[in-house]
């Protein structure tokens, strides 16, 4: 069974790309996938001071992970998104649906104070059902 939205009747319908839950049955693998940020494989900073740019890098390291767990983006059910500025909530949502094309994932958007890097602006971790 691919992965499914719930929604209740009883709840206001999301206000950016995501749903107010998922629900994966799978005989698979869990992958928790650690916060992404937008380092590019060399190491370098994808898009500084560039929301935009931070949150494309951020969702290609989120796919290039789950790829690695022999997954796809549509496997991931849940993430939860650490932002500087909460102002460019619009902007970010507007990258995850180019990347989250089906099922949108749970979520979770909290704005933070600091990242471990003055430059970062997003970090998303995520939980990915990988059915086998």
Same mark, same amino acid.
């Given at each position: 069974?691919?992965?499914?939205?719930?929604?209740?009747?009883?709840?206001?319908?999301?206000?950016?790309?995501?749903?107010? !839950?998922? *629900?994966?049955?799978?005989? #698979?693998? =869990?992958?928790? %996938?650690?916060?992404?940020?937008?380092?590019?494989?060399?190491?370098?900073?994808?898009?500084?001071?560039?929301?935009?740019?931070?949150?494309?890098?951020?969702?290609?390291?989120?796919? !290039?992970? *789950?790829?690695?767990?022999? #997954?796809? =983006?549509?496997? %991931?059910?849940?993430?939860?998104?650490?932002?500087?500025?909460?102002?460019?909530?619009?902007?970010?949502?507007?990258?995850?649906?180019?990347?989250?094309?089906?099922?949108?994932?749970?979520?979770?958007?909290?704005?933070?104070?600091?990242?471990?890097?003055?430059?970062?602006?997003?970090?998303?971790?995520?939980?990915?059902?990988?059915?086998?």
């Amino acid at each position: 069974m691919p992965k499914k939205a719930i929604i209740s009747p009883q709840l206001a319908p999301p206000n950016g790309h995501f749903a107010q !839950a998922t *629900v994966i049955e799978t005989n #698979g693998r =869990l992958v928790f %996938i650690s916060g992404m940020t937008a380092r590019t494989q060399d190491g370098s900073i994808a898009g500084v001071g560039d929301i935009t740019a931070q949150t494309h890098q951020v969702c290609q390291n989120l796919k !290039a992970a *789950v790829e690695a767990a022999e #997954g796809t =983006l549509d496997d %991931i059910a849940r993430v939860d998104v650490y932002v500087r500025n909460m102002e460019d909530f619009d902007a970010i949502h507007a990258v995850r649906r180019q990347y989250f094309t089906g099922v949108a994932p749970a979520s979770t958007m909290v704005e933070v104070s600091k990242f471990v890097n003055k430059d970062y602006l997003i970090e998303i971790n995520a939980i990915a059902a990988i059915r086998d």
